[in-house]
C-alpha cells in the first residue's frame, strides 16, 4: 500500500522537524539574539576587498565581513521590523556609523560631481540644475566649481571657490572666482544665521558633522533600500525636524549599499503652505589619498588676466593652502 | 530578508545539522548574503538555500564534526502523525534510512522539494543547476530512493537454522 504513495509525499511525512518554519516566542528571541550579537559588532570602514591566500587570513576576512554583515542584516531587517524595535534602533546606529565614516576618512580627499537643482512653490526656489564639482580634504580645504548642466555634462563656469573651507559653516579663508567678471573676490561662501543647523551633505565642508548630530539626536534612521544608477542603496530619513520660526525640514539621504558614499539627498522646508528644497544627485563620489596630485585639486585653477576685487590678497598661503595669486603683483 | 527568511534558513539547517551547529550555519548564511549583497537575487530563498548547503558542508568537512553531525541527523526524532503512529514512525525511519543511502546530491533535490516545499524551478535555483539538469537529478533521486526503500522493506530471508526447524517439524 505504501509503495502506491508517492515518494515525495511519504518524504515529505519523514520531515525530521516538521514545522520548523514556524518559530517559537523562544525561537523569535534567538532571531532577535542573532540579529543583534550580529550588530552588536562594530562597523567597520571599507577594507580592500582582496582575497587573502593564507586561511587564517581569509578567516580573519570572513570576520571582518562579519561586522558588514551585520550592518546588511539590520537593513534588510528594516522592512518588516518593528522601527522602535532595539534591533532596528541598533541598526540605524550601525548604518549611521558606517555613512559617517564613509564621508570623514583621514588623510583623503573627497571627488563629488553632482547635479544640483532647487524645487518649490516659492519665488526663485525652482533654479537649475547646475553640476558642481568639488574636491575636499580631511583637513578643511575645499575647491567647488559650479557650472551649468548640459545635458549630464558641464556647461559653462559659473563660480569657483578654494581655499580653507568653513568647518563651522561661516565665512572661512577663500577666494572666488567670478568669471563673468574675471574677477577673484575674497570670502566666496557665507552662511544663513542658522545654516548651521542645516542637516546637509557640503561636500565643500563638512559633510560628516550634520550626519553626527542627526545620528546623536536619534534622527537618522534607516527608511529602507533603494536602486539609483542600478546600484543597490539605503535610503536614510531624518524624520521631520523643527526648524527656527514655523518651518518643519525633512531630509534624505541615499548611500551606496556596498560603499556607503552619498549618492543623493533632498531637503526640504515647510513653512505653512511653502515649500522650498532641493535634490542633489552625486554623479561621483569618490575617496582619493591624500597625495601631492589629490592636493594640487584643491587649488584655486589659474585664472590669468582676472581682476582682484578689494581685499582678495589678504589671505596667506597657510591659510588658503595655496599661493594667493591677488597677494602678489596681480593673479596672472 | 533576515525576517523574511530567518525561520526559512534555519529549519533548512535543523534539517541537516545538530542544533548546535544551526545557529552558526544560519548567521553565516546571512553573512555570506551581505558579502555577496549585489548577488542576491530578488527571489533570496532559494539563493539563501543554495549558500546554506555550501556552509553546511564546509562544516561537515571540519575535521572530527562529520561522523557525529551525520550520525545526529540519522538519528534525528522522528516527527509523530496522525493515523497510525507505529506505522508512521516506522515508515519515516525506514524513509531516513533510505535517504541516508543516497548521494548529497540526490538526498538535497529530494529534500529540497519534500522538506522546504520548493518547486522544481526554485529548487534548481538552490542546488546551483539548470531545471533541465534538476528535473533528471530529481527523477533519478525517487528512482534510487525507491529501490534502497525496497531494498529495506523486502521481507529478509529467513536464517537457515529456522528452515530446518520447520522442515524438522514437517
Known sequence: ?332 | MFRDHYAAVRAYALRRAPRDVVQDVVADTFLVAWRRFDDVPGDALPWLYGVARRVLANERRSAGRRAALEQRVATAAAPVQPGDPGESVGDAELLRTALARLSDRHREALTLVAWQGLSRSRAARAAGCSQANFAVRLRRARARLAAELGALERPAVAPKRDRWRQADAS
Open chain 1, 1 to 332: 500500500m505504501r509503495h502506491d504513495r508517492d515518494i515525495i509525499e511519504r518524504l515529505a511525512a519523514a520531515d525530521p522537524v516538521p514545522g520548523a518554519e514556524r518559530l517559537t516566542p523562544e525561537e523569535e528571541h534567538d532571531a532577535d539574539a542573532l540579529l543583534a550579537r550580529l550588530l552588536a559588532q562594530p562597523a567597520e570602514p571599507d577594507a580592500p576587498r582582496r582575497r587573502p591566500r593564507h586561511p587564517r587570513l581569509r578567516r580573519l576576512t570572513l570576520a571582518v565581513g562579519g561586522a558588514a554583515g551585520a550592518v546588511a542584516v539590520a537593513i534588510t531587517a528594516i522592512n518588516l521590523g518593528d522601527s522602535d524595535s532595539p534591533e532596528t534602533r541598533v541598526a540605524d546606529q550601525a548604518v549611521a556609523a558606517r555613512t559617517i565614516a564613509a564621508v570623514t576618512q583621514e588623510n583623503s580627499v573627497y571627488h563629488v560631481l553632482q547635479r544640483k537643482r532647487g524645487f518649490g512653490n516659492v519665488e526663485g526656489a525652482n533654479i537649475g540644475p547646475f553640476l558642481i564639482e568639488t574636491w575636499h580634504a580631511s583637513d578643511g580645504r575645499m575647491h567647488e566649481k559650479v557650472f551649468r548642466d548640459r545635458g549630464g555634462r558641464r556647461g559653462r563656469l559659473l563660480e569657483e571657490t578654494a581655499g580653507r573651507g568653513p568647518s563651522g559653516r561661516r565665512v572661512g579663508d577663500l577666494l572666488r572666482y567670478d568669471p563673468r567678471q574675471n574677477t577673484l573676490y575674497p570670502s566666496g561662501i557665507a552662511w544663513g544665521e542658522d545654516a548651521d543647523e542645516l542637516p546637509v551633505i557640503d561636500p565643500a565642508g563638512n559633510p560628516g558633522a550634520n550626519l553626527r548630530e542627526l545620528e546623536a539626536r536619534g534622527l537618522l534612521h534607516v527608511a529602507g533600500p533603494a536602486e539609483i544608477r542600478g546600484r543597490r542603496a539605503y535610503r536614510l530619513e531624518s524624520g521631520p525636524i523643527r526648524r527656527s520660526g514655523d518651518g518643519t525640514a525633512r531630509f534624505e539621504y541615499v548611500v551606496d549599499s556596498e560603499t556607503y558614499l552619498p549618492m543623493r539627498q533632498r531637503y526640504s522646508l515647510r513653512r505653512g503652505s511653502q515649500i522650498l528644497g532641493f535634490v542633489s544627485e552625486f554623479l561621483v563620489y569618490e575617496r582619493l589619498p591624500l597625495d601631492a596630485r589629490s592636493r594640487a585639486r584643491l587649488d584655486l585653477d589659474p585664472h590669468p588676466g582676472a581682476t582682484c576685487a578689494i581685499g582678495a590678497g589678504e589671505a596667506r598661503k597657510r591659510e588658503l593652502g595655496f599661493a594667493n595669486p591677488c597677494s602678489r603683483q596681480g593673479p596672472g
